[in-house]
């Protein structure tokens, strides 16, 4: 074995070790948490708690296809039962979970189902959380336009006690600003996330914002600044064992040793990059690692440089067949939606028109018996108990006019 294959059998050793590592950590402090919930899942008989139960119970599974089984199942029972507040929360976390899997129709989709029904539910909290999903999507779909019109409604309807939120809308931002190359728009919104996330204990997503501070300073030239932010990002990334943070960052530490020609290096974080996208199947960062590697190996190794090409053409084929599918799924579900909504209105219309009916039935009966006492009184009725009888009818009749008029206003209230 020659010391070029020694290296390169080191470091695939070194990438496995470090895969099981993530994946030991995440799950030995997830599983105690993962226990409880379903425990309590197997004693939960009302419908409402089991599905607040399995939307939190699937952000502790292992793998985004978990995940999005277990959400769709508590949608499913939330539809059955008509839990409005269930079903724009089950929404809510498939949009995010179809972000990050990559499928951004579907991701979409049910982004904009939540925010439909946060809008009913009048949950202003709930839309900055929805329109936060969207504005990723644009973002990561490269729509900067739509990212940033999107990302600023986050910031309108978010709750000023929910740092957490504003600490990671606002590093979206700097994200939109850095692509177009707006960099003191981009520092501006880095800046204001960095102080939220001083603010708030939970640091979750904090690399993101680091990451991008550490991009901007390495535009401007200061090398060493930048690579100490990015490695506080990964340092962030490892307390929350955040994965999908650890990407972003390697990915960019990837872009950073490229552009300084230090080869070692680019390729250690290309491979740590693909390795937690791997994990992930985030199939378009899969797709640039592999690309990266493929050319950093075509003149030292072309065998390993040629298989890495096939794992990035893998990826893009993936991409587009989830992408194929989900805007069939997306449109299959907006007909279903629709077919639905049009069931609803029918029934809303026919029972419209039945009050109408006994509306008019109830006004014309009235009316006729007010007729027919004021004709019939002079002539033939005399005795007062007949007087009385057909007072209590005329009573009655007025009543049930009057309930069937307020009936509607009276059910809202309650």
Do not use: W
Not at 208 to 215: I, S
Not at 218 to 234: L, M
């Amino acid at each position: 074995m020659n010391q070029g294959e020694s290296n390169s059998l080191f470091m695939k050793n070194f990438l496995s070790f470090f895969l099981l590592f993530i994946f030991f950590i995440e799950t030995s402090a997830q599983t105690p948490v993962k226990d409880s919930l379903q425990a309590l899942l197997l004693k939960t008989t009302v419908d409402t708690t089991r599905v607040n139960l399995m939307i939190k119970l699937s952000q502790y599974e292992s793998t985004y296809k978990k995940r999005i089984e277990l959400t769709t199942e508590a949608l499913t029972l939330t539809q059955k039962i008509n839990y409005k507040e269930g079903q724009a929360n089950a929404s809510e976390h498939l949009g995010a979970q179809y972000r990050v899997f990559g499928n951004y129709p579907l991701a979409l989709h049910y982004a904009f189902t939540s925010l439909r029904l946060r809008e009913e539910l009048h949950d202003s909290a709930g839309m900055s959380r929805g329109y936060f999903i969207v504005g990723l999507v644009y973002q990561e779909m490269g729509d900067s336009y739509n990212a940033l019109i999107t990302l600023q409604k986050v910031i309108r309807y978010n709750s000023p006690d929910n740092i957490h939120l504003a600490g990671t809308s606002n590093a979206a931002l700097g994200i939109v600003y850095y692509k177009l190359k707006k960099m003191d728009s981009a520092l501006h919104y880095y800046q204001k996330s960095n102080e939220f996330f001083n603010l708030d204990d939970n640091k979750l997503a904090y690399s993101k914002t680091l990451t991008g501070l550490g991009d901007l300073q390495f535009e401007k030239g200061n090398n060493e600044i930048a690579i100490a932010y990015y490695r506080q990002a990964v340092k962030n990334s490892a307390a929350y064992t955040d994965t999908a943070g650890y990407t972003s960052t390697y990915d960019r530490m990837t872009t950073f040793f490229n552009a300084l020609q230090n080869t070692d290096s680019t390729i250690k974080y290309s491979k740590l990059a693909l390795l937690c996208a791997t994990t992930l199947n985030n199939y378009s960062q899969i797709s640039r690692s592999a690309t990266m590697l493929s050319k950093l190996y075509e003149d030292e190794d072309v065998r390993l440089s040629l298989s890495y090409l096939q794992n990035a053409n893998a990826a893009n084929d993936s991409l587009l067949s989830l992408q194929k599918t989900g805007q069939l799924q997306s449109l299959f579900l907006e007909q279903t939606e629709k077919e639905q909504a049009a069931a609803e209105k029918k029934l809303l219309d026919f029972e419209k028109n039945n009050q109408n009916i006994q509306y008019a039935l109830l006004a014309i009966g009235i009316i006729g018996f007010i007729f027919i006492f004021l004709l019939l009184s002079h002539r033939f009725i005399t005795n007062t108990r007949v007087i009385g009888l057909l007072s209590g009818i005329a009573l009655l009749l007025v009543f049930e006019f009057l309930n069937l008029l307020l009936h509607s206003f009276l059910d809202g209230i309650t």
